[in-house]
């Protein structure tokens, strides 16, 4: 299963929550009435104390299904049951599977909450798993958007910062090997999605149409339909610049579209190259995803570690299939690896997830340095790796 994993930014917002007071029979009982009704208006889905996250799973989750109930654009998405904890490390971990969805939060070791959305993605996933996605990410948004903090101008930022590299990394549903033309995560355009886009939306808006900024710089609008119908292009110019100006920027994008389609076969045959390799060395079974950014020079190769006989064997195995894949990709020129190797941890209460319990990077210059002509021990692998994380239980393993 392919995951594509996206950083909601620190915010705030105050959670509405409607509750019926009693028809009161005497003026105390009214004024306790609405005490108790200030204190649950009041009460907070998610703050900020300082530089940390205060996240109230309750008032979340009522936020949350309340907006899924009331919006029609929204109604195939489960409503949030409840919440899974798992720990990792000192990390307290929460999870809760919505539809094709995960949402999490992580409490960090040092106080911070994180906030995050996956799409648990397959080669099932259709135009409307992507819309919805982006759909739920309005939905965090909008949670996230109504907030009076001394920080909020770094708020709103770091969510723009965000919604840009979420739609940015280019990963789109592809029918067999061919791009799906129109889709809200295609390759066709590149959109910047930025706070104020989803802050000008009401309720009434989002259920028919969302609204882009597209690139290059021209800053042309575009409406993208939120249901499964094809996106509409209607692109009506928003830009300050003059015509004269667009009208060049525009000729100049056309001149480099063709070389740009020139360079997407090779591209297509390199990403294809690293899955190949990913799923020799791990197994078809254990193989996740593949995150190739050409443009970057940049890959992130995400695999299940393979079950030996022994836990140190099974430790000591997932460094030799980095170095396996490394080897197997290594005439790909430029390119800077990253894996994300995954495995079944337990907790204390005996509960089962598929945790990140390596995660490694290998620049290109790094990777130009290993000499594989010569015998390359896979217990090098952390010492060789310009970053190197791996979980304790790992650790342990690998130190044995």
């Known amino acids: ?6 950083f909601i930014g620190v915010c705030a917002l105050c959670a509405v929550m409607a509750t019926s007071c009693a028809n009161s029979e005497t003026q105390d009982k009214q004024e306790v009435d609405n005490s108790v009704e200030e204190t649950n208006t009041n009460k907070k889905a998610i703050e900020v104390d300082d530089e940390y996250l205060i996240i109230d799973k309750e008032s979340f989750t009522d936020v949350f299904n309340t907006m899924i109930e009331s919006s029609e654009t929204l109604k195939g998405i489960e409503k949030i049951e409840k919440w899974d904890k798992t720990n990792l490390e000192e990390n307290e971990i929460y999870k809760t599977s919505v539809s094709n969805f995960i949402i999490q939060f992580e409490k960090l070791k040092k106080g911070e909450k994180c906030l995050y959305i996956e799409l648990v993605d397959s080669t099932d996933n259709s135009e409307e798993d992507y819309n919805n996605m982006l759909a739920i990410m309005y939905v965090l948004a909008t949670i996230c958007e109504d907030f009076d903090n001394s920080k909020s101008e770094e708020f709103k930022n770091d969510m723009l910062e965000v919604f840009n590299d979420v739609v940015n990394t280019k990963r789109c549903f592809k029918n067999g090997d061919k791009l799906a033309d129109g889709y809200v995560l295609g390759e066709k355009c590149v959109y910047d999605i930025s706070y104020t886009s989803f802050k000008s939306i009401d309720d009434t808006t989002f259920d028919n149409t969302i609204y882009f900024s597209i690139s290059p710089a021209t800053e042309k609008n575009i409406s993208a339909s939120m249901s499964s119908e094809e996106m509409s292009e209607e692109i009506p110019f928003c830009s300050t610049k003059s015509d004269e100006e667009s009208d060049k920027e525009i000729n100049q994008a056309e001149t480099t579209n063709e070389s740009q389609q020139n360079d997407t076969s090779e591209q297509d045959a390199q990403e294809q190259k690293i899955i190949t390799a990913t799923k020799k060395v791990f197994g078809e079974e254990n193989y996740i995803d593949v995150f190739y950014e050409p443009e970057d020079n940049f890959v992130l190769i995400k695999a299940k570690g393979k079950d030996l006989l022994s836990s140190s064997m099974t430790a000591k195995g997932m460094l030799k299939s980095i170095k396996d894949t490394l080897y197997e990709i290594r005439e790909i020129p430029d390119l ?10 337990v907790n204390s209460a005996g509960d089962t997830s598929d945790d990140i319990v390596i995660k490694a990077t290998y620049k290109n210059e790094t990777r130009n340095n290993i ?6 021990l896979h217990e090098d692998m952390p010492k060789i790796a310009d970053e190197w994380w791996a979980h304790t239980a790992i650790q342990a393993e690998l130190e044995e």
């Open 336 to 345: 800077n690896v990253d894996f994300n190797i995954v495995y079944t941890m």
């Open 1 to 6: 299963m392919k995951k594509l994993m996206y």
């Open 371 to 376: 000499n594989w002509n010569e015998y390359v």
